[in-house]
């Protein structure tokens, strides 16, 4: 079983910048096309960026463009996502997701199997 492991989130100030990590255990990263996604209070779960397996391409979603950088390392078997100048509704559970690479790639906002158990982002105004 694939299992996911998040870390690096935490309380920041508006402005200020985070680092999150996840591992993949149990599956090689190769391969795997991976994604984050967050959750905040109250509202449904909302797409954030994603790799393809060659970390050749990369997605965003309209609120974190130019703010935040998606990578990965494929002998780590990790991704990363770094956060730039965050702002209040950053606020969220950010979680780690993945799935198998398929040619032609499917949507980066659709679906993944294997989930991380999530990591609480704050930021604080």
């Known amino acids: 079983q694939v299992q996911l492991v998040e870390s690096g989130g935490g309380l920041v100030q508006a402005g200020g910048s985070l680092r999150l990590s996840c591992a993949l255990d149990g599956r090689t990263a190769s391969g795997t096309t991976m994604a984050w996604f967050r959750q905040a209070p109250g509202k449904e779960r909302e797409f954030v960026s994603a790799?393809?397996?060659?970390?050749?391409?990369?997605a965003y979603s309209d609120s974190v463009k130019g703010r935040f950088t998606i990578s990965r390392d494929n002998i780590k078997h990790t991704v990363s996502l770094q956060m730039n100048s965050l702002k209040p509704e950053d606020t969220a559970v950010y979680y780690c997701?993945?799935?198998?690479?398929?040619?032609?790639?499917?949507?980066?906002?659709?679906?993944?199997?294997?989930w991380g158990q999530g990591t609480q982002v704050t930021v604080s105004s």
């Open positions: 997701a993945a799935r198998p690479s398929t040619w032609p790639e499917g949507p980066y906002d659709g679906i993944y199997y294997d």
């Open positions: 790799i393809n397996w060659r970390g050749s391409s990369t």
